[in-house]
């Protein structure tokens, strides 16, 4: 059993009030970023990276885990959620699931022909997988495929249906002809936006059922909507967007009704000149860079990831065109709950 020591920053999480505009500290978790290929967060405060052929995951509570990714059959892990501590990882070259837990013991997640490929799998919080399944061949099947307690079901639908994620009640965000969710094999469609957008296109899933993403308005452009309690809204564009083409990428949305994604306005050059990484709250636009208290004279670019309680995994660069992946984390404000796992944390992480 091997022993490593490692630094950490602040592990404070704090859950989102609803309707408020955050603040928001900027961390890098792991030190070093020159070996991560990526971060993961785990939707309930933790953060994962990979570097090499190890993913390490950072809890809440400090506490550090270490996944060995040579025992599956790739090295691409996709964070869970649930109890039982695992990863799944997805060998983009023969399109491959395998479950790795924290013992090392592996599990292989196959579609029922072993022609079939899967790809661009999500985890639930109940350690439900969805994921395309791809089989070649005239009459092939590309679609939705759920793996839950051992079994598999193909989500039905007209055409192709393209998963998004799963909601705290393991049930399906996905893309059957629009947007909707799966209860079981039952399709529930979004209802159109404000302006009546019909939801067809990328979309991100929260814990209670809320959603959010991105499609084209009558005049090209791709904006965002937030579908909340029931209700889908169209989210409003930032200052400026309105007289320029833009695109709206949504990133995540969380169960407070915040709404994470970057909106591209024109051409891009330079250092993110014209992109902007946006927060909704309330349906309203926050530049995210104004909001971090102190960026370190990095320019904060693309938002990748957005968990439910606030923290996200940005880009950010400074003028040369060095930087990293890093973590903003909410501040806890007198209406916040925080969970604060230490500043500077000195902790052992083992490999199991």
Known sequence: MKAMTVLMASAAVAAGVQGQVPQFEMVSPFGDFGRVRGLHLDGVGGVGVAAGFEFTRL????????????????????????????????????????????????????????????????????????????????????????FRDGQRTQLPGNGVVWPFGFDGADRVLALNGQVGWYEGTTFLPLPPSDSGLVPRASSAAAPNGDAAGADYDSLGRFIGYHYQDGVTHDLVEPSGAEQRRSSTQIRGVTSDGWVVGNVQLDLPSGVFPDLQPTIWVDQQPHS?????????????????????????????????????????????????VACVAGLGLLATRRRR
């Not at 996944?67 to 892990?77: H, K, Q, V």
């Not at 799998?121 to 994921?131: D, K, T």
């Not at 660069?317 to 209406?335: E, Q």
């Open 59 to 146: 809890r809440a509570d400090g506490t550090v885990d270490v996944f060995d990714l040579t025992r599956g059959r790739g090295n691409s892990p996709v964070f869970n959620t649930v109890t039982d501590d695992y990863v799944i990882t997805a060998d983009v070259t023969s399109a491959t699931l395998t479950r790795i837990d924290l013992q090392g013991r592996t599990q292989a997640i196959d579609p029922l022909d072993p022609s079939a490929t899967l790809a661009e799998p999500h985890v639930s919080r109940l350690g439900s997988v969805v994921a395309i399944e791809v089989t070649p061949g005239p009459g092939g099947f590309f679609g939705g495929v759920v």
């Open 288 to 336: 995210i860079r104004d909001l971090v208290v102190d960026t370190f004279g990095l320019t904060i670019g693309n938002v990748f990831e957005v968990d439910d309680t606030g923290q996200m995994v940005v880009e950010a660069l400074g003028p040369n065109g060095t930087g990293g992946l890093y973590l903003l984390r909410p501040i806890p404000t007198p209406g916040t």
